[in-house]
């Protein structure tokens, strides 16, 4: 049974960092794509970041040198770490893992992705 929880969510002033946690539970890194997705109020869900078993990358156009990701594979845990926030950043951040080749082709496509958190708010202003 798969289970994905965020964390690190909240409010913060343009131009500020935030870091983003998801527990994962019943995944294993090396089996699994990771991504972060988000969604704001009137949007369709986006995909932001994500990270992949062999350690490649994937990042929006929006948010590339601004956004990280990471894992720590001993605490089983995707990060997210945002930088020089903006307030078009505000919006639900949701984590998503997903098992075989559709993630890794497709890696910001939601619909690639059959697990999925409950999300954290991230709100810049």
């Known amino acids: 049974h798969v289970q994905l929880v965020e964390s690190g969510g909240g409010s913060v002033q343009a131009g500020g960092s935030l870091r983003l946690a998801c527990t994962a539970s019943g995944v294993a890194f090396t089996h699994y794509s990771m991504a972060w997705f988000r969604q704001a109020p009137g949007k369709e869900r986006e995909g932001v970041a994500s990270?992949?078993?062999?350690?490649?990358?994937s990042f929006a156009d929006s948010v590339k040198g601004r956004f990280t990701v990471s894992q720590d594979s001993g605490k089983n845990t995707l990060y997210l770490q945002m930088n020089s926030l903006k307030p078009e950043d505000t919006a639900m951040y949701y984590c998503?893992?997903?098992?075989?080749?559709?993630?890794?082709?497709?890696?910001?496509?939601?619909?690639?992705?059959?697990?999925w958190g409950q999300g954290t708010q991230v709100t810049v202003s």
């Open positions: 998503a893992a997903a098992a075989g080749l559709g993630a890794y082709m497709s890696p910001l496509m939601s619909d690639e992705y059959h697990n």
């Open positions: 990270m992949h078993t062999d350690g490649t990358t």
